[in-house]
């Protein structure tokens, strides 16, 4: 090779090496300016978690006091960055919070178990503005809250009242596709869940305590599913809807806190305007209700019968409901305003008052005025098949003519057909203005009664004496 044709090679070859450091330099800078144009968060991580800590380990970081404006700017930048999907609360740490969390759609806020979402002290928010609600007032969509604790400082914040649209834990209106699911919801004012003009709403193993509303409370919604939760009742209702239809409710265990307010029925299923047709309620376990076990009502204007039928009420177990003393609509099923309701494989043990009831109480609003809740209708029926009633008790108040297994207090409009259930030990007796040609009066023979096993044993006079369809 000649001298001239070596310089021209080692001139190339710098040439390519500026080049190429240029080029770097200029990749740098551009990723410096992306960073440096986005404000606040130009130290996020090129991952799908946005982290916020209370230790100054994660992206944002909270001193305990005003904890939701770190967390809503974590929150927004997941809104507006498509490729963050997630906002996640480390613990263990306690977020104090004196204004509402905002989420945005396709956003998960999830957090450690140890993670603690807490009301301020003295809060002072007007009623309707919830602990966690939407980021857009036109609703949001495919939404996950998960794993982490809301604390809802009832006993710091006793200036308002229970069941008063206070504090709800997490509010969404004219939302879809919402999963909530692993939380510990404790100590409100309000509902732990609550929907309205939502739909695929999905409500699954958490922890409800002691409340100042509902656990779950969807309003005119479609697609509602609440499974394998855990609540304790204060106030009002565990599981709850409003005028919505596609409704499962399975797997729950719901009981209520013992106190002057602890509140109403395990599970409310409630019809006044809209359509509930298909709603079914399955393999839960409710017991101690303060109010009764599932109260199934429709009310208002006269409606079709389309509209409020076919709930399916299977293979849940009930005992010692309706301990309240100061209301006299307690006992196992209370139901009025609804047609072809199937009742069956269920067990109902010492429930106050009655298992079944067809009846509509009188209820006061706050200011004293009654609510009338009486269907206008006639013709609503109840199948009651294949369940096992024993051991029903007095209610505590007006329990004259009270402690049957079944009782009507409606016959003019509404019918029981019953078809072999097993009655055994019912204080008052068996029927009130009701009766049965294939309904057996045996001992059923639990496995273990008093630790509430109520699998058969295999001398059980239950075992094929059921409806044969």
């Known amino acids: 090779m000649n001298q001239k044709h070596l310089r021209y090679v080692r001139q190339n070859r710098k040439k390519i090496g500026v080049s190429i450091v240029i080029l770097i330099f200029l990749i740098a800078l551009g990723i410096f300016i992306l960073y440096a144009t986005q404000s606040d968060y130009s130290l996020i991580p090129l991952n799908k978690i946005v982290y916020v800590t209370g230790d100054g380990s994660g992206n944002f970081t909270c001193d305990g006091s005003n904890d939701q404006v770190e967390i809503n700017q974590a929150l927004a930048y997941v809104a507006e960055h498509p490729q ?16 509402s969390i905002l989420i945005g759609s396709k956003t998960v806020l999830e957090g450690d178990s140890t993670a603690v979402v807490k009301l301020k002290d003295n809060a002072g928010w007007p009623v309707s503005k919830p602990l966690i609600t939407q980021l857009d007032s036109a609703g949001i969509h495919k939404v996950t809250i998960k794993g982490f604790e809301i604390n809802g400082n009832h006993d710091q914040n006793q200036d ?6 206070y504090y709800n834990m997490i509010q969404f209106l004219d939302s879809k596709n919402i999963q909530v699911h692993d939380m510990y919801l404790h100590d409100g004012h309000g509902d732990g869940l609550k ?10 193993k958490n922890k409800v305590y002691k409340l100042g509303h509902d656990g779950l409370y969807t309003i005119e919604c ?32 719901i009981d209520s806190f013992f106190d002057w307010s602890a509140g109403g029925p395990g599970i409310l299923i409630e019809k006044s305007t809209g359509i509930v047709n298909d709603v079914e309620v ?3 376990t409710i017991h101690d209700t303060y109010g009764p076990g599932i109260w199934l009502i429709g009310y208002g204007e006269s409606y079709p019968r389309e509209e409020a039928k076919n709930v399916h009420i299977h293979h849940n177990t009930f005992y010692n409901t309706g301990t309240n003393p100061g209301i006299d609509w307690v006992g196992g099923i209370v139901t009025s305003g609804f047609y072809d309701t199937l009742i069956e494989n269920n067990v109902f043990d010492g429930i106050y008052h009655a298992a079944i009831i067809n009846m509509y109480p009188s209820v006061s609003t706050g200011t004293g005025d009654q609510v009338d809740l009486s269907p206008q209708g006639t013709g609503y029926t109840t199948i009651i098949r294949n369940n096992i009633i024993v ?15 079944v009782i009507n207090y409606l016959p003019e409009t509404h019918t029981f057909v019953l078809e072999n259930n097993c009655l055994y030990n019912n204080s008052a007796g068996n029927y009130k203005n ?11 023979f639990f496995v273990d009664q008093k630790k509430h096993d109520y699998h058969l044993k295999p001398n059980s006079p239950c075992k094929d004496a059921g409806n044969p369809a």
């Open 434 to 444: 009701a009766n049965s040609t294939t309904d057996i009066y045996v001992d059923p």
């Open 195 to 204: 929907v309205e003009r939502g739909s695929n709403i999905q409500f699954y």
């Open 84 to 99: 963050y999907s997630t906002v996640h609360l480390k613990g263990p740490y306690t977020y104090v919070i004196s204004d």
């Open 222 to 253: 479609t697609n509602v599913e609440a499974w394998n939760n855990k609540i304790t009742c204060r106030t009002n209702s565990g599981l709850r809807i409003w005028n919505s239809n596609h409704v499962k409710f399975h797997d729950n265990v």
């Open 282 to 284: 399955y393999n839960n």
């Open 160 to 165: 308002k009242m229970k069941g008063e649209g």
């Open 391 to 405: 051991n029903t008790q007095k209610r505590t108040k007006d329990p004259d003519g009270t402690g049957y297994a």
